[in-house]
């Protein structure tokens, strides 16, 4: 029965090195019920009956791969979490000057979003790259719809002029306006193995290499320092610092860094 699988330790050890090698995030011992309920469900999903079957199965078909990773990979977040950096970028930087910034590791959107509707609400000129390793993360950010629960620390006139109420069938949910979709672009993104692409003035990292390892660390702080201009800002999540790490950067505020 599905419900009640076990992983034994080889296979844990098996998945979690393929969770690692893929994504940096490391399961260790803690997380084994996790790793038991999100495999659970991509079994059901799967029609798979047993642990090995699974990791046959996502040995050999690309797009199951892909979902398992997502599903091992994949944290909530909502709109206008640890909003402190976007407070920071208003109070500090020159709203004459277009931006361009990088969300890496967005997520479904909410954190891209979050700064967009914040910087036009004050009147900035930007552009934001938003990128993920998870396929169905970067579908929701698209569609940009989301449960109610996302906007709950939002401020009313920011919801009012922003987002759209979902009526009928999308009660209980909101859309972000098109309006402001059109300032983001969501692709799919790989820190581990992904290289530098572009230049940018501010990047957010924020809470994923809490996940990872110092190795880790270390290799996409040094690919997302290639990839920000000098004078730039790099802010990753309240519970994260570099220290340990190699970089570039200078400290300006808790978990926000400058390029010197």
């Known amino acids: 029965m599905i419900s009640g699988i076990t992983i034994n330790p080889q296979q ?3 998945l979690s090195r393929i969770v690692y090698k893929e994504s940096g995030v490391i ?45 091992t990979t994949t ?76 906007i709950r620390i939002v401020p009313k006139p920011i919801l009012q002029t922003y987002f759209q109420k979902g009526k009928g069938r999308q009660q209980g949910n909101v859309k972000v306006k098109p309006e402001i979709q059109k300032y983001v672009k969501f692709e799919k993104f790989n820190l581990l193995s992904g290289t530098a692409f572009d230049k940018f003035d501010i990047i957010f990292c924020r809470n994923v290499m809490i996940y990872f390892d110092s190795p880790t660390r270390q290799k996409v702080v040094d690919t997302l320092c290639d990839s920000l201009n000098p004078g730039g800002y790099f802010f990753v999540g309240l519970s994260e610092n570099l220290h340990g790490l190699k970089h570039k950067l200078s400290t300006v505020l808790p978990s926000g860094y400058r390029k010197k």
């Not at 997380?31 to 199965?57: C, D, P």
């Open 75 to 150: 944290n909530h977040t909502f709109f206008f979490r640890e909003n402190k950096h976007c407070e920071y970028m208003i109070n500090n930087l020159d709203n004459s000057k277009p931006l361009k910034i990088w969300s890496a590791a967005s997520s479904s959107g909410e954190e891209a979003f979050s700064i967009a509707v914040q910087l036009l609400a004050h009147s900035f000129s930007f552009t934001i790259h938003a990128s993920d390793i998870s396929d169905s993360m970067l579908e929701i950010a698209r569609r940009a719809v989301y449960p109610m629960d996302r």
């Open 12 to 14: 844990f050890k098996k």
């Open 27 to 71: 399961l260790d011992d803690k997380k084994y019920n996790l790793l038991v309920a999100r495999l659970s469900k991509r079994m059901r999903k799967t029609k798979t009956s047993s642990v090995s079957e699974y990791i046959q199965m996502i040995s050999n078909q690309k797009d199951e791969f892909n979902n398992f990773i997502d599903a």
